[in-house]
């Protein structure tokens, strides 16, 4: 019954690639702008709105690549367990894990916009919490635990606004590995 109302295919290894990429983008943006745990854009030789167009440009790659490997696991496992990929389950999931994390791209945005970029960083983490958190209903319970702890790192990254690179690292990146890790010895392996 389970398998009918919940869609199941998601992969572990799909959140580990995620968290390497995650980890890659960040690399890749302390190469280009020196960043660091505490994120010091005044002190890379890029004007301002260079360092935050290359933040915004390298953020949303790692989204786009973390993304497709989400899709290319996930058609493999579902392939594997001779599942079909898009069912009503999967459609009204990806519906529930997309809105708040669309909302939560707006938000973004505008604070990029409006120059409150310390407060990016937690907003991410917030808003893709909340989006595992509303999606984990009609998948894995595990989910809910992800987007529990995306949350509350978030949260305690709003009172260590300057230190977003790191929160940063850690939900995105190290929390997605042990994440995927987890997943993966315990429903693939």
């Known amino acids: 019954m389970e398998n009918s109302t919940k869609f199941i295919s998601i992969s572990g290894l799909a959140a580990i690639f995620a968290g390497i990429t995650a980890l890659t983008g960040a690399l890749v943006a302390y190469i280009k702008l020196g960043v660091s745990i505490q994120t010091p854009l005044a002190y890379t030789y890029l ?4 360092a935050m167009d290359f933040i915004f440009l ?3 790659l790692v989204l786009l690549v973390a993304s497709c490997f989400g899709v290319v696991f996930t058609f493999r496992k579902a392939k594997k367990q001779n599942q079909s990929i898009w069912t009503a389950s999967s459609r ?8 708040p994390l669309a909302v939560g791209g707006v938000f973004c945005s505008f604070l990029f916009f409006q120059g409150l970029v310390g407060i990016i960083a937690p907003a991410m983490l917030i808003f893709y919490g909340l989006s595992l958190v509303n999606a984990s209903h009609k998948t894995l319970s595990d989910v809910r ?3 529990y702890i995306q949350i509350v790192l978030g949260c305690i990254n709003l009172g260590f606004i300057g230190y977003g690179f790191l929160f940063w690292c850690l939900g995105f990146g190290l929390v997605h590995i042990v994440y995927g890790s987890i997943m993966y010895f315990k429903y693939e392996r």
């Open 47 to 50: 004007s301002k709105n260079e």
């Open 58 to 60: 390298d953020a949303l």
């Open 92 to 99: 009204q999931l990806l519906i529930d894990f997309c809105f």
């Open 145 to 147: 635990y992800l987007g």
